[in-house]
């Protein structure tokens, strides 16, 4: 990895891609740093740091710490990430959207982006009023934030952070390195990890009884480092081979190559997604005050076991829901057929593309179950264990998922960049 960033860094051009990426990620760092007006941020931080485990930890985990501190960026991405599961979602469901994604080309592309943009800020206005409800209800407004313009203020502020971030995050995607929302998403989470560190170094000091529970949870998170590492490079190669045809003089085809298939097809999508989706019943829960401190919100705490369930069962959801957007095997087998390539042992057609379906519904059962299990164990241990509980090691799988996927696929979309260039260094 460090290899690759520094064989990068000679180019010139990737150069230039890199310290763009590192600047909107400096602005994206100085706005998490801007309060919202009206806000008692002291109060707002003391509530938060009684929900480190629940949902709304969840929230300020995927923000970097902003949501707790109600900054301009406190709704982070998650306003974007829902609008873009729905209009996915929607893809499938309304023919004429599924017509602009599959035949509009580049101009259904261009719809679809600004079909989501709409969205995100029609989300981020709805997030924002639930969070400014939140606030007001358990009272962390300042004396001068009663009224209907604090409220206005408030919420447009959340609102235009979370369009802004979204924009950041396309100048990322189209100028700099990787894709630009799953950059943010990624500093926002490795920003909390100098201080979650030092919590667990304060608590060894203060409970040295207990230094082998945080040493075994250190040990579990290199081993789930090392796991995700693994899966996300494993793939099945299914082997192809191509037929000799002559064309004029010349004799074509006759060679043998593989079709890979990864094991994990959709990355850190899923998770990003299920935790997103798991946590609408607490913003469900804001707009109802009676709700916000009662049995709802508790029975979709991150720590309960219902949400244990959704949340394994979203994953999988959206491990088969990407693989089949991603991978069409019916698609792929009359490319092969049309170019003389075939199978050993299956004819080229339907009896291809059925071999491809079965092969792509067990590696992506093991894929989302491999997802589901490391986001879920975390979870587990801080049910079973008060000390794992205290530490926030609820949220570990999650980042851990996300921080290690978007890190390989950064690392993925240079080495591609570098090779187009035909950068002799780094193949050697």
């Given at each position: ?203 060894t000091v203060q409970n040295p009884g207990k230094w082998w529970i945080y040493t075994l949870m250190l040990i579990g998170a290199l081993a789930i480092i090392v796991l995700i590492v693994i899966v996300t490079n494993a793939e099945r190669r299914i082997p192809i081979q191509y037929s000799k045809r002559v064309v004029g ?58 949400y244990m369930v959704l949340y394994f069962l979203l994953i999988i959801f959206f491990s088969y829901f990407y693989s089949t957007i991603q991978f069409n095997p019916i698609e792929i087998a009359n490319n092969l057929k049309k170019n003389g390539g075939f199978i050993p042992g299956f004819r080229a057609g339907r009896p ?77």
């Amino acid at each position: 990895m460090f290899q690759t960033i520094r064989n990068a860094w000679k180019i010139e051009e990737l150069r230039r891609k890199i310290l763009f990426t590192l600047f909107i990620v400096l602005l994206y760092r100085i706005g998490n740093s801007v309060p919202v007006p009206y806000v008692d941020t002291t109060l707002l931080g003391a509530y938060f740091a009684n929900l480190q485990n629940t949902v709304l930890g969840l929230y300020n985990v995927m923000s970097g710490s902003s949501f707790s501190q109600a900054t301009i960026f406190a709704l982070s991405i998650q306003p974007y990430i829902n609008a873009s599961i729905i209009i996915q979602l929607l893809c499938i469901a309304i023919p004429a959207l599924e017509r602009l994604q599959k035949d509009g080309g580049e101009d259904g592309k261009k719809k679809l982006e600004r079909i989501t943009r709409y969205s995100t800020v029609f989300i981020g206005l709805l997030q924002g009023f639930a969070f400014y409800i939140l606030i007001k209800n358990n009272s962390l407004l300042t004396p001068e934030g009663s009224g209907i313009w604090p409220a206005i203020v408030i919420i447009l502020t959340f609102t235009a952070g979370s369009a802004l971030l979204m924009w950041l995050g396309e100048q990322i995607t189209e100028f700099g390195i990787g894709n630009g929302i799953s950059i943010i998403l990624f500093v926002s989470i490795v920003s909390r990890f100098p201080t979650q560190i030092g919590q667990m170094i304060s608590n060894t000091v203060q409970n040295p009884g207990k230094w082998w529970i945080y040493t075994l949870m250190l040990i579990g998170a290199l081993a789930i480092i090392v796991l995700i590492v693994i899966v996300t490079n494993a793939e099945r190669r299914i082997p192809i081979q191509y037929s000799k045809r002559v064309v004029g003089r010349k004799m074509y085809g006759g060679q043998s190559t593989f079709l890979p298939m990864k094991v994990n097809m959709s990355g850190v999508l899923p998770v990003i997604f299920a935790s997103s989706i798991a946590s609408l019943p607490a913003t469900v829960a804001a707009f109802v005050p009676r709700w916000s401190n009662g049995w709802f919100i508790k029975f979709f705490d991150t720590g309960n076991i219902p949400y244990m369930v959704l949340y394994f069962l979203l994953i999988i959801f959206f491990s088969y829901f990407y693989s089949t957007i991603q991978f069409n095997p019916i698609e792929i087998a009359n490319n092969l057929k049309k170019n003389g390539g075939f199978i050993p042992g299956f004819r080229a057609g339907r009896p291809t593309s059925e071999f491809i379906q079965r092969v792509l519904n067990k590696i992506t059962l093991f894929g989302a179950i491999y997802l589901a299990i490391v986001a879920i164990v975390p979870l587990i241990i801080s049910y079973v264990s008060p000390t794992a509980r205290s530490s926030g090691i609820s949220l570990g799988g999650t980042s851990i998922i996300i921080v290690i996927g978007v890190a390989l696929e950064t690392v993925k979309a240079l080495e591609s960049q570098m090779l187009m260039r035909h950068y002799k260094g780094f193949l050697e």
